[in-house]
């Protein structure tokens, strides 16, 4: 069906096929240069193979201890709080400790970090582009101090992300300063607002759930796997665009060249052709059917971060008892999760 301005998706087998066709569907929508999000072969591919190092299982399982520290410090707060809202409260700040931390930054830049993405959001729901290019441009100042801060002045032997970043090489030449900043923001923006809701839906979940909860709890080694499938249940990540370079037929509609289309995320991995009994939460399923990262060559690169990340935060928040303290109020579009998610909180038996 279309809005007017786009085509959405709704099918997985359709998805699927739009994922997987990268030359008639591609990923650069927006007049805005977005590294590597918003590129295409062959340039998507080199600087996505200058990206994959700095997500390495290797990083990604070295960056394991410190992301239970503060996942755990976090939680403790909010348990001693007793009653709080989450969404308000913990989520935001929690994710952009997580980023500032795996990526270097100084911590003092958390707070610039969360405000810079709260202000982001608010001019994409607004759909305001000349708004969201002087975020942009922001975000390319706030990356320049953290660079100059942090890479240039910390220890040399210390390894940190964004000085590998600032290496790293594209067709044997240094990226510049702006496609740094670029893949950095696209990290940014991506993840502090999905992580963010990430969490937000795991704690509902844990609330509303009881017989899925003990299970978890029976079932600690498989925290990944219903991280993941929580996550299909209920998308962090409402929808991505593509847009058509020929007259195509997907889903039984004329999509001509130029229209663009939205992949619903959410809609795709509820689709009751593929998950049997698809609003139910269930363990086993056929992991390659869950697109929580996407398909394709533009697979979320982060991924095994990501998964590292909400496994962790799942099994910490299951050691507590979690309860709503009043009724949630679902995210805006284009946001998914919630906005608000009164919680209480106490020490399980």
Not at 75 to 89: H, K, Y
Not at 267 to 287: I, S, Y
Request: charged share 20%; glycine share 6%.
């Amino acid at each position: 069906m279309s809005d007017g301005t786009s085509w959405e998706l709704l099918g997985h087998r359709d998805a699927l096929k739009v994922l997987h066709d990268w030359r008639t569907f591609r990923n650069r929508v927006s007049a805005h240069r977005s590294v590597p999000n918003g590129l295409d072969p062959p340039e998507h591919d080199d600087y996505r193979a200058a990206i994959l190092p700095l997500l390495s299982p290797e990083r990604v399982a070295a960056f394991a201890p410190r992301c239970r520290t503060i996942v755990a410090r976090t939680l403790v707060a909010a348990r001693r709080t007793g009653r709080v809202d989450w969404m308000r409260q913990w989520a935001l700040p929690l994710a952009a400790e997580l980023q500032c931390a795996y990526l270097g930054f100084p911590e003092d830049l958390q707070q610039a970090l969360m405000e810079w993405s709260l202000r982001s959001a608010a001019a994409t729901r607004a759909g305001d582009r000349q708004h969201l290019a002087g975020i942009a441009a922001e975000f390319e100042e706030l990356s320049q101090h953290a660079i100059s801060r942090w890479v240039d002045e910390a220890d040399p032997a210390a390894d940190n992300i964004t000085r590998a970043l600032c290496a790293a090489r594209v067709l044997g030449h240094p990226m510049s300063a702006a496609d740094v900043a670029s893949v950095l923001r696209n990290w940014t923006a991506g993840e502090l607002g999905t992580m963010a809701a990430a969490t937000g839906i795991l704690l509902h979940f844990i609330a509303t759930d009881e017989v899925a909860t003990i299970q978890m709890r029976t079932q600690p080694d498989r925290l990944a796997e219903a991280s993941d499938e929580i996550l299909r249940l209920h998308g962090p990540l409402l929808a991505n665009r593509r847009r058509a370079t020929r007259n195509v037929e997907i889903a039984g509609q004329r999509i001509t060249a130029g229209e663009r289309l939205q992949i619903n995320w959410v809609a795709v991995n509820r689709d009751p052709e593929v998950f049997e009994q698809p609003h139910c939460f269930r363990l086993g399923r056929r992991p390659a059917d869950n697109l929580l990262y996407g398909a394709g060559i533009h697979q979320c690169p982060g991924a095994a971060l990501s998964r590292l990340v909400l496994s962790i935060f799942l099994e910490e928040a299951l050691s507590a008892a979690v309860s709503l303290d009043g009724p949630p109020c679902f995210a805006q579009s284009p946001a998914s999760g919630f906005a608000r998610l009164p919680l209480r909180f106490a020490e399980t038996a």
